[in-house]
């Protein structure tokens, strides 16, 4: 019976451990990209431009929703910005450390992202291809 307990014990332990899931609905709340990170050692007047332009940015609020069959569904365009790529729908494989999003038709990788943190109310990706862009969003109920 201590056996059988015991191996339950950690049966859920690792489903606890691994159980964080990508599926819900996600609000982008901060992106940073590569010309931010360049520029962020220039003078006051060009970083003062920088947060003007961030201003002048949708206040629609970015929503991505991640569905259980590995379909997903963009408020705007968040993940990316290719014209190969424009739909608002897509399709993703998640592996528990890298998120890609796959073409509908040939089901190849589109672009790749690090999951850099899964938590049950945040989730920060950075993309593999320019590490310098990540994307932060937070779980909404």
């Not at 609905?25 to 003062?48: A, H, I, P, Y």
């Not at 569904?73 to 290719?82: A, D, G, L, N, R």
């Amino acid at each position: 019976m201590k056996i059988l307990t015991t191996f339950l014990m950690l049966i859920a332990a690792t489903a606890y451990c691994h159980g964080q899931s990508i599926v819900g609905r996600w609000q982008l709340v901060k992106q940073s990209n590569c010309v931010e990170e360049e520029m962020s050692e220039v003078d006051g007047n060009t970083q003062e431009l920088l947060e003007d332009m961030k201003g002048l940015s949708s206040s629609t609020p970015q929503v991505i929703e991640f569905k259980e069959n590995n379909s997903g569904q963009e408020s705007t365009k968040i993940i990316s910005q290719k014209k190969s790529y424009n739909s608002k729908a897509f399709l993703y494989r998640y592996d528990g450390s890298t998120l890609y999003f796959l073409d509908k038709r040939s089901r190849t990788i589109i672009e790749g992202f690090t999951v850099e943190q899964l938590e049950s109310e945040s989730l920060i990706i950075s993309n593999t291809a320019r590490v310098c862009e990540t994307k932060v969003f937070v779980r909404l109920k």
